[in-house]
Nanobody
Framework: QVQLAESGGGLVQAGGSLRLSCAASGSIFGTATMGWYRQAPGKQRELVAT???????NYADSVKDRFAISRDGAKNTVFLQMTRLKPEDTAVYFCVMRTLTTWWGQGTQVTVSS
């Protein structure tokens, strides 16, 4: 059974930075695609970034050049470094692990004030 635990969310002013972390339990982290999604109030959940086990990264256009996804295999952890944050980045951010099955974390709130 996989469990994902996000941390690092909070309140930040526009232009600031935050780093989200997601620690995964289990032994399949090394072969899984990891990712981050977000859901703003009243909106659908959307992809933010993914990182494959081979290191290929994919970003939503809205966060390219501002966010960076990375992973630490020794710690079974994926990170999302967020810079130059904007009020429209305000959302609950969810960690995702994907193999043949998809697992979701509980989410962490990110609020960017203007």
């Amino acid at each position: 059974q996989v469990q994902l635990a996000e941390s690092g969310g909070g309140l930040v002013q526009a232009g600031g930075s935050l780093r989200l972390s997601c620690a995964a339990s289990g032994s399949i982290f090394g072969t899984a695609t990891m990712g981050w999604y977000r859901q703003a109030p009243g909106k659908q959940r959307e992809l933010v970034a993914t990182l494959s086990s081979s290191g290929g990264a994919n970003y939503a256009d809205s966060v390219k050049d501002r966010f960076a996804i990375s992973r630490d295999g020794a710690k079974n952890t994926v990170f999302l470094q967020m810079t130059r944050l904007k009020p429209e980045d305000t959302a609950v951010y969810f960690c995702v692990m994907r193999t043949l099955t998809t697992w979701w974390g509980q989410g962490t709130q990110v609020t960017v004030s203007s």
